[in-house]
């Protein structure tokens, strides 16, 4: 290792609150100690990492508050301290800290608010790609359909909630009162931008999430098909799913191969 990679290392060491000698690299000078002055470091890096969870999680720290929301990020920070260049990834093991660690473990719903807002988040930055049109499978051969594969957008993110995570966020944003956090069923939905680019969040039934799951799969049509026996005739499967498929266009999740 170099001497700047070894000064660099030791640096960071100090930032996350590791055993670090850099101060023997310090000089001293003006009328703060060589400690007061790497502390100021050592704070601005806290407040910099505490800014970034708070914008990336606004409703969840409110729903937390600031006691809870200081406990979650200080507890964050000593656990998953930052190791990429990018602050983007930064929070993203928020959820399964939020799951596993105590006092928070023991409310599931605050686990599924930063999980959604992280899902919003990676629908937001997800790279764009043409949307399929209609024409597009107006073209395509009878004979074809079985092995069609139709494509979800890559913003297309879904999740399943037994907490009512997502009418919470929704209710904290319009300055609303939450609701029950626990729900009686499960809710199922889908995040993603939409033919104008808006990220949008719907919620969807249980079948529809079980057949975009398996478009993520890359399932061929004749196989959505054989997935819907056990709920509808067969003789009106193909309808259905047509139908489907013509509302995942107009919501902009469906691309051209």
Not at 89 to 102: E, M, N, S, V
Not at 149 to 177: D, R, Y
Request: net charge negative; proline share 5%.
């Amino acid at each position: 290792m170099s001497d700047l990679a070894k000064l660099q290392q030791q640096f960071m060491d100090l930032l996350q609150g590791e055993n670090s000698d850099i101060t023997e690299q310090i000089a001293q000078q003006g009328q703060l100690s060589t400690q007061q002055r790497l502390s100021i470091y050592q704070n601005a890096y806290k407040i910099r990492l505490r800014a970034v969870i708070e914008q990336d999680h606004q409703q969840l720290g409110i729903y937390l508050g600031d006691d809870l929301f200081e406990q979650m990020v200080d507890g964050y920070l000593a656990l998953y301290p930052s190791s990429h260049t990018s602050l983007r990834i930064f929070a993203d093991k928020l959820p399964d800290y939020l799951a596993t660690q105590t006092p928070f473990k023991n409310y599931p719903i605050l686990a599924d608010i930063a999980k959604f807002e992280r899902l919003l988040l990676s629908a937001f930055d997800a790279s764009d790609a043409a949307l399929l049109a209609v024409e597009s499978l107006e073209m395509v051969e009878p004979l074809a359909w079985p092995t069609l594969i139709l494509n979800l957008h890559p913003s297309a993110q879904l999740v399943k909630f037994s907490t009512s995570a997502v009418e919470s966020w929704q209710a904290i944003k319009e300055k609303q009162t939450p609701p029950d956090p626990q729900l009686s069923a499960l809710r199922f939905w889908v995040i993603a931008r939409d033919a104008d680019r808006r990220t949008q969040y719907v919620s969807v039934d249980e079948q529809e999430y079980r057949l975009l799951n398996l478009l993520k799969q890359k399932t061929p049509f004749a196989q959505l098909c054989q997935s819907c026996l056990n709920e509808l005739p067969g003789d009106k499967i193909a309808e259905f799913l047509i139908i489907k498929v013509n509302q995942w266009l107009e919501r902009g999740w469906l691309i051209s191969g």
